[in-house]
């Protein structure tokens, strides 16, 4: 089976050995993602922001993998103050819509920067055109 891979330029790809993306056959996995941009911190002190910007980058990912948002059936954020789920949830939604993939939402301790208040991953299917 083929494996194509995205990589972001994250200094942290290299140094943990990973990459943003992978797609094996019609599966897509997105790994954890902030709200990182060329090492600083985009929406800091606002989950909202951060979701919005951080689902921006899963989107562009899964198109360089041909698939879409479309595509998603399962999301999982982990969040640091889990009072604000409402501002996280509210921008999942709006990105979402009605595609309304299975989510997980937990409260995690830290991540890798103390600006940081949420991370997410995604997991896509890409319907085989050889599927009725």
């Not at 595509?71 to 999942?92: C, L, N, Q």
């Not at 939604?93 to 301790?109: K, L, R």
Request: hydrophobic share 45%.
């Amino acid at each position: 089976m083929s494996r194509q891979q995205v990589f972001t330029g994250s200094p942290w790809e290299p140094l943990v050995g990973y990459c943003r993306a992978i797609r094996v056959g019609n599966r897509v996995e997105v790994a954890g993602t902030t709200a990182m941009q060329d090492g600083v911190v985009v929406g800091a002190g606002d989950p909202y922001v951060q979701t919005k910007f951080i689902l921006e980058t899963i989107e562009k990912a899964l198109k360089e993998l041909g698939a879409d948002l479309t595509d998603v059936v399962r999301t999982r954020m982990f969040v640091t103050d889990i009072s604000k789920w409402e501002e996280v949830g509210k921008a999942h939604g709006e990105f979402f819509g009605q595609i309304q993939p299975v989510a997980t939402m937990v409260e995690v301790s830290a991540l890798i920067d103390p600006l940081l208040m949420v991370e997410i991953e995604a997991e896509a299917i890409i319907e085989s055109s050889d599927e009725a």
